[in-house]
């Protein structure tokens, strides 16, 4: 047997039954990466939510503001993406996983593969996205 042989694509059904766990550790390393964001700043890990002082930093107002910006950025993507997975795990509860939130059909397995949290099929994404 080739290698290539011995490495079969999972059917979509393996890769629904692994969403879960997935989509599980997903949300915690989200939620970690979020708090270690909002809660330790340059001078170490402190109580209260907030992003670094970065004019503290550097005497440059443009690279603070820009620095401060890539923060902010980064707290928004990492916010996006964990609602994401919190609506995939609501879907999981509610027997819809691997359902497209807009037609109803399958989404593919490779697709879930790639994206475990996806609500739409690559068709619906893709009409949404324009």
């Known amino acids: 047997m080739t290698d290539a042989a ?3 694509a999972p059917t979509r059904e393996d890769v629904i039954a692994r969403l879960p766990e997935q989509l599980r550790h997903r949300r915690e390393e989200l939620a970690a990466a979020l708090s270690t964001r909002l809660h330790q700043d340059s001078s170490g890990d402190h109580a209260e939510a907030g992003l670094p002082r970065r004019a503290e930093e ?3 107002d443009a690279a603070a503001e820009t620095a401060r ?16 997975v919190d ?3 609501a879907r999981v509860r509610l027997g ?3 359902e497209c939130d807009d037609c109803g059909e399958a989404i593919d397995a490779a697709r879930l ?14 009409f949404a996205d324009q």
């Open 113 to 126: 593969l790639v994206n475990p949290a996806a609500a739409r099929c690559a068709e619906c994404q893709e």
């Open 69 to 84: 910006e890539r923060d902010l950025a980064d707290l928004a993507r990492l916010t996006a993406e964990l609602a994401q």
């Open 87 to 89: 609506a995939a795990l």
């Open 96 to 98: 819809q996983i691997g």
């Open 6 to 8: 011995a490495r079969v």
């Open 58 to 60: 550097t005497d440059d």
